[in-house]
């Protein structure tokens, strides 16, 4: 090979070289600033949490809205107790439930409707005040309860089976009254 041979193959071998950290800077430049906007872009709040953040702010002075009335029903039919209740009936009111409430009366509750019969989960993040939580499927049965539930716990609480609907009451209620699974509710709005 003669020595221009090898000097110009020396000079394409760098241009690659170059050409391949030239490539290589862009590449790394792109994933950093796709990084950066992307975090940028996730981080901005969406209208539909600042709603969720402004309906959340506005609970912190709530006071109670009656929107019908539940009864607790033995198996066989005979009333138990009476509650009024506010019916969270849209995606909403269900996502906000009873959180960031500083307290409840006892005959006060929170009824969950929801679209479908399904398996349903529960959990108490930014709920200030201990609640019993009630799965009720589409035959109006109590199919699960959980009692004096943990306050601000993120651990999730599963219906075990399917339910339409879910009743939040004040913690210590169902034991107070005798409230088990298999007993029934009976509701009506306003």
Request: hydrophobic letters at 40%.
């Amino acid at each position: 090979m003669t020595k221009q041979k090898v000097k110009k193959n020396k000079s394409n071998e760098r241009k690659k070289n170059l050409f391949v950290q030239i490539t290589v800077v862009i590449v790394l430049l792109g994933f950093v600033v796709y990084f950066i906007l992307s975090n940028f872009i996730l981080n901005q709040p969406s209208a539909t949490n600042s709603d969720l953040e402004r309906a959340m702010k506005n609970k912190m002075t709530y006071t109670f809205q009656k929107e019908g009335e539940l009864v607790f029903a033995s198996h066989n039919g005979d009333t138990i107790s009476k509650i009024d209740i506010e019916i969270a009936d849209d995606d909403q009111q269900r996502e906000l439930g009873l959180m960031m409430r500083r307290s409840m009366n006892e005959d006060n509750g929170m009824l969950f409707i929801f679209p479908f019969e399904t398996f349903q989960a529960f959990w108490m993040k930014n709920t200030i005040i201990p609640l019993d939580i009630l799965y009720v499927n589409a035959q109006n049965e109590i199919v699960k309860i959980y009692k004096n539930t943990e306050p601000y716990s993120e651990k999730s609480l599963p219906s075990g089976k399917p339910s339409l609907y879910v009743v939040e009451v004040i913690g210590g209620y169902t034991d107070k009254y005798g409230i088990k699974e298999g007993d029934k509710i009976i509701w009506k709005r306003d």
